[in-house]
């Protein structure tokens, strides 16, 4: 059975599925992670807590929203702070939609332990919900016009793993995990290979067919038409040897929404339209995002739901 063009997108792009604290490599990311953090924080020692002398005595505190969004990093949040003593009850899950005022979780322990793990705990869920705030916006930003691309992020994440999975959280497409994840060929790349992305690009898809097994997808960025219509060429040269689903797609760098249109009418009237997906990347916010969904590309990738994310507004009160 075929898959549609949004299936295929699903399979290529959105690979948050594995992130959960039941992989082992992504658990010991979040450890390591966070274990810095609240180490660079809490070293040599909680200077206030020594002085007013808060150390042993157990109290309550609870987490909540100032804000309305969508909520991302509980269970990390959790998993360390148990790590760490602290006893910590969810009234909310990752994904959950939430409003000004509303209590996310509840933590019990010694308020010395409590004070030291405040700001990291709360940097971690302010940060992560932030980035599944924003991917949900934008993708309902897309699906308002009808179309049916989706919202992806990229490689630019300053948290890695966990920004790749409060977007997952947030229903936004991970893109690739990693370098070893998938075969995504840039400009650069090309620009080592042959003078013009023309003539780079079939090089460069042929090359990385033979390692297309090992790779969840290929993708090359083109910058002009002439470009898409070599590589588009190239793929479905190798799809027809090489029958089966496979994702391919077309990275549209920087282009209006009015040139990513021609290149589409452009694969369809030349019969390749089916051989590959379009993603769309550079400049694209929510002032343009209704713009670029219609104009027929499959994925919207945005780097700025990472490399700028806004937290969303939390704080934690002790009772």
């Not at 059975?1 to 010991?28: C, I, K, W």
């Amino acid at each position: 059975m075929n898959l549609t063009r949004e299936q295929r997108t699903e399979q290529a792009l959105f690979r948050g599925g594995s992130l959960t604290l039941d992989n082992h490599p992504y658990r010991v990311t979040v450890c390591t992670f966070l274990s810095t953090l609240f180490r660079d924080d809490a070293t040599p020692a909680d200077l206030t807590g020594k002085a007013l002398e808060m150390a042993g005595r157990d109290v309550n505190a609870v987490v909540i929203s100032r804000e309305s969004g969508a909520v991302a990093g509980l269970d990390e949040f959790c998993y360390f702070a148990r790590g760490y003593g602290l006893d910590v009850s969810l009234e909310k899950r990752d994904g959950d939609a939430i409003q000004a005022k509303e209590t996310l979780l509840q933590v019990k322990g010694p308020e010395g332990k409590i004070l030291a793990f405040e700001r990291v705990g709360l940097n971690l869920l302010q940060r992560m919900s932030g980035i599944a705030t924003a991917a949900r916006c934008l993708q309902e930003l897309a699906r308002h016009t009808g179309a049916s691309a989706r919202v992806v992020g990229t490689r630019k994440t300053p948290w890695g793993m966990l920004d790749k999975r409060a977007l997952h959280v947030g229903g936004a497409g991970t893109h690739r995990l990693g370098l070893g994840d998938a075969i995504l060929i840039k400009n650069n790349h090309l620009a080592l290979i042959a003078p013009s992305e023309e003539d780079a690009a079939p090089v460069a898809i042929e090359k990385a067919w033979n390692l297309r097994r090992e790779a969840a997808f290929i993708e090359i960025e083109v910058r002009g038409e002439n470009a898409a219509r070599a590589a588009a060429a190239s793929f479905r040269r190798l799809q027809d040897r090489a029958p089966g689903e496979y994702p391919c797609l077309l990275l549209l760098d920087n282009m209006t929404p009015g040139q990513i249109g021609a290149i589409a009418a452009m694969l369809k009237k030349e019969g390749l339209w089916d051989c590959v997906l379009l993603e769309a990347s550079g400049g694209i916010s929510a002032a343009n995002m209704e713009e670029y969904a219609a104009a027929g590309v499959d994925a919207i990738s945005i780097g700025a739901l990472t490399h700028s994310a806004r937290a969303l507004d939390l704080c934690l009160r002790i009772l």
